[in-house]
């Protein structure tokens, strides 16, 4: 039913309908590039829809791989001059948090882990 | 209560326009909600230990930064635990905070601090950061190479540095300041610690719903929205060694929006609120209202009715409490949270700190 799809679209917070979130056949999907697709009633679109119904998606392993993406996306996006920093002094530049998201270290690993808990909020939402 | 405030950086924060955690202003409202208050400006850890001591407090809040280029509270708290954890060669110094709250708003002051305060010197309750925090940096470096969270040096204007303003000034100050308030209004410290997490959830509330006009604000909010998960996750009261659950706040925070909220209370509460003369709700009660000058009257069946004039700004937290009295007018108690949404000021002010 193309409204579970909605109503699964319209918990996720605004400012992530145009992030990826699941991967399928592929290809990452956005949520809103889910909907579109299930609005469409393409085949694909009803396999989307079923997955979504089920709340079926995918592996650990593909997860993480979705919440990587996801930050790398976010960070990539942001002005050159941006970054992270502590009170301790840390400072890590653009360049770094790309690194240490790839890397799975550090501070891109506490970004990985706290990714995946929104993933799985917005997946299971 | 007696609220014992000892900070590294009281003098800079005289300078902004917006501080949203200002020592002095919050120093205020809790003398306005009827609680000792004594401020020590960047006390020397000897300074720190007599006032603990002589003013006996029951609540001690620590506010300065981490940064170790600078000297700062996380010298002075390493210096009571340390030192006092050294078989006795500073007895004098042991136990200084038993029985007492502490707070710190640092993340260095108050990372992983909880455990050894609460656990091994008889500290009731810590609030403060299991880990370091974090927030959004524009790196446009200031004279040090350490970075400027924005400001005058933002290569960026308008509404992106209004993001970066925005979460520092969460950060740094809202979670704090609504567990001392929370500790003012009569709450538990599990209370007031979840009322401090809920003023968090708001603002994550905020970011998730945030209608961002580019690309680059998007990019901008989502890791602001991110480092806020994060800062929110390891916010932490520690009592007994142990970490504890907050707990439901018997009232909520002012939710954010771009009216001034106005929190009235009183003392008793059920009592009506006029506003310009119209019947709003009964106490406690939280209003919404656009800029400007309004009377407030609290009236309770059997007190003295009392009115209050109040000038408010948009997007600022207000908190007014009506003590009523059966034979006379009490003073009006009024508060002003001035808990800015976009804090330029602030954030300059903490520019030049970090730069020094």
């Known amino acids: 039913m193309l409204e579970v799809v909605e109503r699964w679209y319209n918990k996720i917070p605004p400012i992530h309908r145009d992030l990826p979130l699941i991967f399928y056949k592929g290809k990452y999907w956005t949520p809103k590039e889910i909907l579109n697709e299930v609005r469409k009633g393409t085949r694909l679109g009803e396999e989307l829809q079923r997955m979504i119904e089920a709340r079926k998606f995918t592996d650990a392993k593909t997860l993480k791989e979705i919440a990587k993406k996801r930050l790398l996306e976010i960070i990539k996006g942001l002005p050159e001059s941006y970054g992270v920093a502590s009170f301790s002094g840390k400072v890590y530049t653009k360049e770094d948090l790309i690194k240490l998201v790839e890397e799975e270290k550090d501070f891109g690993k506490t970004l990985i882990e706290r990714e995946l808990e929104i993933v799985k909020e917005e997946l299971y939402a | 209560m007696k609220f014992l405030i000892l900070s590294t950086q009281y003098g800079a924060w005289c300078e902004l326009e917006y501080g ?129 969270a924005c400001g005058r040096w933002n290569p960026l204007p308008g509404a992106v540095r209004d993001f970066v303003n925005r979460f520092a000034v969460i950060c740094m100050h809202e979670s704090n300041l609504y567990f001392l308030v929370g500790l003012a209004l009569g709450f538990t410290p599990e209370q007031a610690h979840g009322y401090s997490l809920k003023r968090f959830d708001q603002w ?62 009183s003392e008793p509460s059920g009592a009506n609120i006029y506003v310009n003369g119209e019947l709003q709700g009964t106490t406690p009660i939280t209003l919404k209202l656009k800029a400007g000058e309004y009377t407030i009257r609290c009236e309770l069946s059997g007190y003295k009715p009392v009115e209050r004039k109040i000038r408010v700004k948009e997007a600022r937290t207000y908190i007014i409490k009506f003590v009523l009295k059966e034979e006379e007018i009490s003073p009006v108690k009024m508060m002003a949270i001035p808990l800015t949404l976009v804090g330029l000021g602030c954030i300059m002010a903490m520019l030049k700190r970090l730069s020094r």
């Open chain 2, 204 to 265: 994550i509330k905020y970011w998730e719903n945030f209608k961002f006009k580019t690309g680059v604000e998007r990019y901008v909010a989502a890791l602001t929205l991110r480092l806020l998960k994060i800062d929110r996750d390891i916010q932490r009261l520690c009592k007994n060694g142990e970490y504890v659950k907050p707990e439901e706040p018997p009232t909520d925070p002012p939710e954010i929006t771009e009216y001034a909220a106005v929190q009235v209370l």
């Open chain 2, 20 to 148: 949203s955690c200002v020592a002095r202003e919050i120093a205020e409202i809790l003398k306005e909600l009827g609680h000792h208050v004594r401020i020590v400006m960047k006390p020397k850890p000897e300074d720190a230990n007599k006032a603990i001591n002589e003013f006996a407090p029951d609540v001690v809040w620590f506010v300065g930064h981490g940064n170790t280029f600078i000297t700062t509270l996380e010298r002075l708290t390493h210096w009571i635990v340390d030192k006092t954890h050294c078989g006795g060669r500073e007895d004098k110094n042991l136990n200084i905070l038993k029985g007492k709250i502490a707070n710190a708003l640092s993340c260095l002051t108050a990372a992983c601090l909880g455990k050894i305060l609460t656990k091994y010197y008889g500290c009731n309750y810590y609030l403060g950061y299991e880990k370091e925090f974090w927030f959004l940096w524009c790196g446009c470096a200031g004279p040090d190479g350490f970075g400027c």
